[in-house]
């Protein structure tokens, strides 16, 4: 049997397993985008936006098509509260 475990990044609780497979949707997120976050960092920790966004939309053209590129929008948009008023 697995083993649960708290991971903390900068006080917040990223996921209670230790094996990504048994993590929820949320949890992943939370873990990608601290990893993301960290490799950015060590690659420039100042980048600019541009870059960043650049990058994404490579991994997005390259890794998963443009099939999706309309959910993929959704998705961010509503994460990031693009369509709140």
């Known amino acids: 049997m697995m083993k649960s475990l708290l991971l903390h ?3 917040v609780i990223i996921s209670k397993q230790t094996n990504p497979r048994q993590m929820d949707d949320g949890e992943k997120s939370k873990l990608l985008a601290n990893r993301i976050n960290k490799e950015m960092i060590k690659i ?3 980048m600019s936006y ?3 966004a650049s990058s994404v939309g ?3 053209r ?4 443009r099939h999706l590129f309309k959910q993929f929008m959704e ?4 994460d990031i509260g693009f369509n709140e008023e």
């Not at 390259?62 to 098509?65: K, R, S, T, V, W």
């Not at 998705?75 to 509503?78: A, M």
């Open 9 to 11: 990044e900068s006080g």
């Open 44 to 46: 420039d920790e100042s």
């Open 50 to 52: 541009k870059v960043f």
């Open 58 to 60: 490579q991994i997005l």
């Open 62 to 65: 390259n890794e998963y098509g």
């Open 75 to 78: 998705v961010l948009s509503d």
